[in-house]
């Protein structure tokens, strides 16, 4: 196997840290691409990308805080352009199933000339111990509106495993993968999950999006963050596509997907879900 140079843009998050450790043990050359790196790669500072992108062959794409958000389009054509003078040879874009948004910003890397591989992925399970939906879990209650949403949660351990081929693999260039768990569960069947695995009592609240709004802003959370997430929670989980289950996992990885039971499993075991860690 030949040893790659390969950046990993936001290497230190839910999917990029995983692919990295799975690139380096594989033996290959990682950069991170995040404002904390060095170089410093910044979503918002273009001016400065080619000192990220220069002696790379390959990069990861994660777009900060989602492809869905004003500017993601242009700050991918801009980073397809930037690609493209490093003479970069794949590009592997993580996008969202069911974000229509996020598929404008698809077309510019497919359309790149570049060899790519989409990978679209559903709700991370990821999101109830590395994202904004901890704190309620370990407060015990989970307030949130689309109660009704049938989400076909995936594992971010899956998606770095997909990613991780797809950038060492050339069977995967002009590929669009849609990863998906197994099944789909709603919020409710989630907390379930949750509550069993780890022995509490997790309630779930049905609300609307107003009253979610409304809590948010109460919070005082910053407005193009409750913008992102009211898109999130219209235009993706109403959207009928997010809850199609998808092979691709099975189909690339040659096993089943994890189940969101063993996820909750795995969770309850590293301790970031005792409410002790509140205090
Ligand atoms: N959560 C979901 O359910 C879901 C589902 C489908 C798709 N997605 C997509 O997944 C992507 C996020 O991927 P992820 O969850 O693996 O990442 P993440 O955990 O959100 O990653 C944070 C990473 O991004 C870096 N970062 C933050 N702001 C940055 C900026 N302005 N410029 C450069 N780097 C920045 C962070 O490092 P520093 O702080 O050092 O900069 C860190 O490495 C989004 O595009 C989202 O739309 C998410």
New binding site residues.
Partial sequence: MKTENILV????????RRIVAQLKALGHNVRI?????TPA????QPEDWSKTVEGMDKIYI??????AVPGALEAIEELVKAAKRANIKKLVL???KGEREAQLCEQVVIHSGIDYTIVR????NQ?FSE?FLLEPILEGVVALPQAEAQIPWVDTNDIAEVATKALTEETHNGQIYELTGPRTLTFEDAVAEMAKASNRDITFIPISIQEYGEGMRKAGLPEDFIWLIEYLFTEVLGNPELAEVSHDIEKVLGRKPIDFSDYAKATVATGVWDPKSLA
């Fill in positions: 843009i936001g290497g230190t998050g839910k999917t990029g691409g995040s404002r904390s790196a790669f910044d979503w918002h994660t777009y900060q805080p989602d492809l993580l996008s969202g992925a559903s709700w991370f999101n994202n």
